[in-house]
Every structure is written in C-alpha cells, then in structure tokens.
C-alpha cells in the first residue's frame, strides 16, 4: 500500500470552515474544532429560523388584514369566510399587499363580501 498524505485537503477544509466562522466571538473563529461546534449550531438556528420567518410573515399578513378590514367595519373571521362563499380566491399575502398599498380595491373587496 502506497502512503496517502492528506495534508492539502484537510487545509481546504480548515479554512473553509473558519472562512465560515468568520465573524465570531473569541477562539471560535480562529480554532477549528470550535470553530466547527459553533458554525454546526449556527447552521440549525438558520434552518429554524427559515421556517420561523414563514410562520411570522403569515402572522403579520394576518393582523394588516384584520386591522384593515375592521376599519371598515367587519371582523377578519367573518371576511375571510366572506371572500371563501364569494369564490375570491386571494391568499393572505396579497389581501395584505392591497391593505397596505391599494386601500380603494381592498374597500371593493369588503364592500362585495358584505
């Protein structure tokens, strides 16, 4: 068996991790072995954190719908099932697009739920 060194490859992969760890408080941007500890858990609260970010951006499409509609005089419940038995099929992100940018459409849109 011929001997394999693998220096220039573990030197690629140090310095990939610790490119990553730039940023880093203390030794875990300049050791590897913390480096990659705390880059692992870093990855796992990015990962969380993607699908947190859907859960509070529906949230906020939520409450910019209710405010808008109960400014005009009608409950969130009453018109989201308003706009299911007119067939209207928007989803929460544009009602809250037209809340927030076209107040006159969305008025149109309670006024025919009513």
Do not use: C
């Amino acid at each position: 068996m011929t001997r394999v060194k693998r220096g220039t490859v573990v030197k690629k992969r140090h310095k990939r991790v610790l490119k990553q760890a730039k940023g880093f408080w203390g030794s875990r941007k300049n050791l590897f072995k913390r480096a990659k500890e705390t880059l692992m858990r870093a990855m796992a609260y990015a990962f969380r954190g993607r699908k947190l970010k859907k859960r509070d951006m529906r949230a906020l499409f939520i409450s910019r719908i209710k405010a808008a509609s109960e400014e005009r005089g009608m409950s969130y419940n009453k018109f989201i099932s308003g706009l299911k038995k007119a067939n209207i099929d928007l989803n929460r992100k544009m009602l809250s697009q037209m809340a927030v940018l076209e107040p006159e459409a969305f008025t149109v849109l309670v006024n025919e739920v009513k």
